[in-house]
């Protein structure tokens, strides 16, 4: 019973246009969010996160929004670039260090 | 600068072979992980470590086993390798106050 889903398996954007990820949760311990890019052949790397008190989190074009009550949150990226075209993958925290991570979104960006 | 260096980096195994994959940090940290990433299924905890000489199962420790003798080495051990083990394997580190991982680039395994 996957914890962290992410129903959209691949998104494809223009360039310039928003990018909008979503991911549902259903542990309601989960505490913290984070969302992480990976290109092909490399690791993920660290994007943005939130923690469970606050609803936004900003860092330039990138803004995650937390619903605790619909257990939702989504990634906009405004606007998108062709390297934001990636592997996007959501994940979430609860008690320890351990994360739990969805099955990840495919972004591609048309130039 | 290295953070999180995996090795090797690709690897084939006939089915019953054993091998070892090796994690190494440079940043202190004293959190490490091993996930497995499979297509649809996104990143699976394997095995993680909280500490030097400190290791606990995380959600697939099935088939595997793991060592931390060493702050900075995390190992993951596959004793007899099965097909359904082809999967791409990432090790991840992290510190104490910082619920962020830093994650090596991967091994990408196959068992035939």
């Known amino acids: 019973d996957q914890q962290v889903k992410q129903n959209s398996p691949s998104l494809s954007v223009q360039e310039g246009r928003i990018s909008i990820l979503n991911c549902d949760y259903t542990n309601s311990m989960f505490d913290y969010f984070l969302w992480y890019k990976k290109y092909p052949a490399e690791g993920p790397t660290f994007l943005i996160s939130?923690?469970?008190?606050?609803d936004k989190n900003e860092d330039g074009r990138f803004t995650v929004f937390l619903n605790k009550s619909a257990k939702h949150l989504s990634l906009h990226i405004v606007p998108s670039q062709p390297g934001d075209s990636a592997v996007y993958f959501c994940a979430a925290k609860a008690a320890g260090n351990k994360l739990t991570f969805g099955g990840g979104t495919r972004v591609l960006v048309k130039p | 600068n290295a953070g999180v260096t995996q090795t090797p980096k690709f690897r084939v195994l006939k089915t019953g072979q054993s091998m070892t994959l090796l994690c190494a940090q440079d940043m202190n940290h004293e959190y490490m992980y091993w996930y497995r990433q499979d297509p649809g299924m996104g990143l699976r905890l394997i095995h993680y470590?909280?500490?030097?000489?400190?290791?606990a199962k995380g959600e697939v420790p099935d088939g595997y086993n793991v060592s931390r003798l060493k702050k900075q080495n995390f190992l993951l051990g596959l004793e007899s390798a099965a097909p359904s083990q082809t999967s791409v394997y990432f090790c991840a580190s992290s510190s104490v106050n910082l619920y962020g991982y830093t994650f090596g680039s991967g091994t990408r395994l196959t068992v035939v």
């Open positions: 470590s909280v500490g030097e000489g400190t290791t």
């Open positions: 939130i923690s469970s008190i606050k």
